[in-house]
């Protein structure tokens, strides 16, 4: 199983940025699939998640700026960013906790490579 993070960049102060975490490999379905991000010298922290039936949750500094979804025929999670600050330059990182495989077998807490977001005052 990998999680393939993609969409970061750079964006000026107000601008919006769409990033998608895609999960592959011998996947039957996936529990919760989050957002964490980590700004430099800072412990990496929780921006939003979403269950398997569409719930969500985002950290107070996010909400009504982000927007996370996912796509379960695809085993993909996207975060939409408008709004942006430059309080949130980051690594962002994609995160899946429990990993149903088809084999009947489950797996744990899998992370995606990180995508780098910069934003410019």
């Known amino acids: 199983v990998q999680l393939q993070a993609s969409g970061g960049g750079l964006v000026q102060a107000g601008g919006s940025l769409r990033l998608s975490c895609a999960a592959s490999g011998n996947i039957f379905s996936i529990n919760n699939m989050g957002w964490y991000r980590q700004a430099p010298g800072k412990q990496r922290k929780l921006v939003a998640v979403?269950?398997?039936?569409?719930?969500?949750n985002y950290a107070d500094s996010v909400k009504g700026r982000f927007t996370t979804s996912r796509d379960n025929a695809k085993n993909t999670v996207y975060l939409q960013m408008n709004s942006l600050k430059p309080e949130d330059t980051a690594v962002y990182y994609c995160n899946a906790d429990k990993i149903y495989l088809a084999a009947g077998q489950y797996e744990y807490d899998y992370w995606g490579q990180g995508t780098q977001v910069t934003v410019s005052s």
């Open positions: 979403i269950n398997s039936g569409g719930g969500t």
